[in-house]
């Protein structure tokens, strides 16, 4: 109490004396010196405002934008494979529609991709049956070869995103929303003796959650980024080193010279792996901006398309140790991520995967997911060409009724004469 008494008096004689210059070389003497990690952990921030623009290119990519389209198609193809029959009736799967993001009624669906179902008439009460055509059976057993050969690979790509979570342990709804992403066949975890190695282990976490953990086995984790550097002889695999993202900046898209110059400095900022421990980084310094930067990078090269719904990577916030406002990462270094707005959804494109063709390895699973998307396209020419020629069957009809009406009126026309 003392104490306070004669601090408070203190600071009012302060206060009152300011302009003495004894106090001032007093009050320099009492200024607290900010910790040294500060001093290179720096945050010079821009206001990174600036117009959205559209860039053609990535918006006429269609694996990416038909991805969410083909999501479903798989589901209900997976469905109809497990069936011993090959097929299955529409009163089966007529009331999940949730259950594969389906907001129409699933017949309908089904109809609208007659190149990959094939309807015909059931055995009992002339029901509507669906089983794949034969160009689609092809398709499947070409993913199944992949899923077999690949295992590996789709392994070291699960490996990896858990290893870059803040306790290198995940929730498994959280892998199960993004086994899509990451190219992993829906049934990956419900196999593990097959799928998993010994670095993988299922642990209880709290809230009740069960939980995918994996053990780094002692060996370093590099990222994609690091690799490329250093084959390119710019980097060592060290820690904290000034690795450069590659910058692929859209045609006609102009900056402000005080956000081109916060760009280059942001280039020259020490890059941290998202496999590497964070905990001492300040969240307000560029560090941890370019640390995130970074860990959105090596996300978006593990996924099939490299590219992904910005909202389904809200959820990775909490686990991955990522700012409440990430997404404000994608709009402040446009030359690294594109935001497309087709499909009446924002997606984020990792642009180095597509401007680069070597320095992001291709997802094996890719090429199938094109040969579905080509069929997608080869059922909405099948269904243009019944509409056309119903079109054609109506005028026919319609020209019909217009001769039997003239002959009605001649007859009409002779009987009042």
């Known amino acids: ?48 405002y600036m117009k959205w623009k559209q860039d053609f290119y990535f918006d006429s990519i269609d694996h990416i934008h038909n991805s969410m389209h083909l999501k479903p198609i798989i589901a209900l193809k997976n469905v109809v494979v497990q069936e011993p029959s090959a097929s299955i009736p529409i009163s089966a799967i007529s009331k999940r529609g949730l259950e594969f993001d ?43 070869i992949v899923y077999e050969e690949c295992r590996e ?5 699960l490996r990896r995103f858990v290893l ?22 829906s049934d990956f975890l419900e196999q593990p003796e097959v799928n998993l190695d010994g670095s993988f282990r299922f642990v209880d976490m709290e809230d009740g959650l069960k939980g995918l953990a994996v053990e780094s086995e002692g060996r370093k984790v590099l990222s994609v980024l690091q690799r490329n550097a250093m084959k390119q002889g710019v980097s060592f695999g060290e820690p904290m080193e000034a690795i450069e993202f590659p910058l692929f900046p859209s045609k006609g898209l102009r900056l402000r010279r005080k956000v081109e110059d916060w760009i280059k400095e942001f280039q020259n900022v020490p890059y941290v792996s998202p496999y590497e421990d964070y905990s001492h980084l300040d969240p307000t310094s560029d560090v941890a ?3 995130v930067v970074g860990f959105l990078h090596e996300l978006l090269s593990l996924f099939v398309e490299h590219s992904a719904e910005r909202r389904k990577l809200l959820c990775l916030k909490k686990y991955f140790g990522l700012p409440q406002k990430v997404h404000r990462a994608f ?40 040969k579905y998307i080509k069929l997608m396209k080869k059922s909405d020419v099948i269904l243009r060409n019944r509409r056309s020629n119903n079109r054609f069957v109506d005028r026919g009809d319609l020209e019909k009724e217009k001769e039997l009406d003239s002959n009605y009126e001649d007859e009409d026309g002779g009987a009042m004469a």
């Not at 203190?10 to 010196?33: A, G, V």
């Not at 870059?164 to 066949?185: A, N, R």
């Not at 707005?341 to 890719?366: G, M, Q, S, V, W």
Request: proline residues 7%; positive net charge; aromatic residues 12%.
């Open 102 to 144: 389906i907001h129409v009624k699933v017949a309908r669906f089904l109809r609208q991709y007659p190149s990959i179902f094939e309807e015909f008439t059931g055995p009992m009460h002339n029901l509507p049956w669906f089983r794949l055509t034969q160009e689609a059976v092809e398709t499947d057993r070409e993913e199944r």
């Open 289 to 291: 901006e370019k640390r």
């Open 164 to 185: 870059m979570s803040k306790d290198k342990v995940l929730p498994l709804k959280i892998v199960k929303g993004m086994e899509w992403y990451l190219g992993l066949p």
């Open 153 to 157: 690979e789709l392994r070291e790509r």
């Open 331 to 370: 709009e402040r270094h446009p030359h690294i991520f594109c935001l497309s707005f087709r499909n009446k959804t924002c997606t984020a494109i990792l642009k180095e995967a597509f401007r680069d063709k070597y320095a992001i390895e291709e997802h094996p699973l890719l090429k199938v997911r094109k």
């Open 1 to 48: 109490m003392l104490f306070s008494k004669h601090y408070a008096k203190t600071l009012k004689i302060l206060l009152i004396n300011s302009k003495n210059p004894i106090f001032k070389t007093f009050l320099k003497q009492l200024e607290i010196k900010p910790p040294p990690f500060t001093y290179t952990q720096t945050h010079n921030y821009v206001n990174v």
